[in-house]
């Protein structure tokens, strides 16, 4: 839990009574490999932080292989389908484990309570929607004038350790291609 704290304090400074208040709603669950962590059709109650493991988001297909992997939350991350948190409606895809994976998290309705009750809620909310917007905005950028190359090798420098946890067929649907062109790829830069 405290890497919460540290990660809150790189932005606003958190008083004790303030950490106190968020952290008793704050609520740990593990989630084993390959779990459903939010299904198709579900509303998300929780915004979570990853204390250690890998989570994506995929919007399932009939045939698995043709799922679509649309993102990837690594450890000390916050993780939500955020847009189902905000509006309170039901999402068209699906959170999965990748990886075991440890998060603490806050429901919507405690999350209210920290905004009302302490100083920096606001804060701290905001600065978490913007976080979470900055990884949705550098993506759709990253497909709209990356070439698949760049954007695997952007992943692959940003998360050299993490990449390697994550199977090469959810990497080329991550980048925009089939397994066999991420393979031509590596091939070329290796």
Known sequence: ?????????????????????????????????KTIILDLG??????????????RFVIPKEEEEKDITFGFCFKNEFVSAYDSFL????????????????????SYEDLQEVYQKTKVGN???????ERLFLIKS??????????????YLNL????????KEIPLKYIASYIGVTPQALSRIRKRIS
């Open 1 to 33: 839990m405290i890497h919460i704290r540290e990660y809150i304090e790189q932005t606003v400074a958190i008083s004790d009574k303030d950490w106190q208040l968020f952290s008793s709603k704050l609520e740990n669950k593990i989630f084993k490999k």
């Open 42 to 55: 579900e509303t998300e109650n929780y915004i979570s932080f990853i204390d250690s493991g890998i989570a």
């Open 87 to 106: 509006t309170r409606k039901p999402f068209l895809y699906q959170l999965q484990a990748l990886t075991n994976i440890s998060v603490w998290r806050i």
């Open 123 to 129: 804060q701290i909310g905001r600065m978490s929607s």
């Open 138 to 151: 550098k993506r759709e950028q990253s497909l709209l004038n990356e070439s698949a190359e760049t954007r």
């Open 156 to 163: 692959f420098t940003q998360r050299p350790k993490l990449i």
